[in-house]
C-alpha cells in the first residue's frame, strides 16, 4: 500500500520529466529531455535500432552540430573540430536540428534526405543525435513535414547506442548537391 501510495505521489512528478509534444519547432535550451512522441513518425528504443541498423532495413540519420571554426582563430592555424562517432554507415547532416533553419541548412537537409531515401519518401530514416537532444526530434519533425511518411526517431541516439556497447566510427559531414 505504502508503495502504491508513493507512485502515486511521484506520478505528476515523472510526468513534468518528459515534456508534452509543442505544436511546433523547439527553438532553444536544446539539451533538455524530450517528448515521450512525435505526431507522424515512430519512436524506438536502442534495442530496435540495433535490430534495424543490424537488418539494414533503414537509412541511419544523424543530425548533431558541428561546431564551427572560431572567427578569431588565424587563417594559417590547422584546426581540427571535435571528431564526432555515430552509429556506422549513418550519414552526418550538421546543423538541421535547429528550431529555425536558414534557407541553405534547409535546402541541404532536404537534399541530405534525397540521398538517404534515393527519393523513396516510404523509405525508413532514422534520425538521431545524442540523448536529452531536441535536435533530432526537431529534424525528424520537420522530415515527417516534408512529406516522409517512414521517419523514426531514435531519441537516445549515440549516447543511448554506446551505453549498449555498441560499434561507433568516426563521422564527416555528409557533403550533398542542395541546389535547385
Do not use: H
Not at 532553444?28 to 534495424?52: C, F, K, M, N, W
Not at 513535414?145 to 517512414?150: A, D, F, T
Amino acid at each position: 500500500m505504502r508503495l502504491l501510495l508513493l507512485l502515486l505521489l511521484l506520478m505528476p512528478a515523472l510526468a513534468a520529466a518528459q515534456p508534452a509534444e509543442p505544436e511546433g519547432y523547439r527553438l532553444s535550451d536544446y539539451r533538455a529531455p524530450t517528448p515521450q512522441t512525435l505526431q507522424g513518425a515512430q519512436v524506438i528504443s536502442t534495442e530496435e535500432a540495433e535490430v534495424l541498423w543490424r537488418e539494414g532495413v533503414a537509412i541511419f540519420i544523424d543530425v548533431l552540430p558541428q561546431a564551427p571554426r572560431p572567427q578569431n582563430l588565424p587563417a594559417d592555424t590547422i584546426w581540427r573540430g571535435r571528431q564526432r562517432q555515430n552509429i556506422p554507415g549513418s550519414l552526418w547532416l550538421p546543423n538541421t536540428g535547429f528550431g529555425d533553419l536558414a534557407a541553405s541548412t534547409e535546402a541541404y537537409f532536404r537534399a541530405g534526405l534525397e540521398k538517404a531515401s534515393g527519393g523513396d519518401y516510404q523509405r525508413p530514416l532514422v534520425i538521431y543525435c545524442d540523448r536529452d537532444c531536441w535536435m533530432s526530434w526537431n529534424a525528424a519533425k520537420r522530415a515527417v513535414s516534408y512529406g516522409y511518411s517512414n521517419i523514426i526517431w531514435y531519441p537516445d541516439g549515440v549516447e543511448g547506442w554506446a551505453a549498449a556497447g555498441l560499434p561507433l566510427e568516426a563521422a564527416t559531414p555528409e557533403e550533398v548537391n542542395s541546389a535547385p
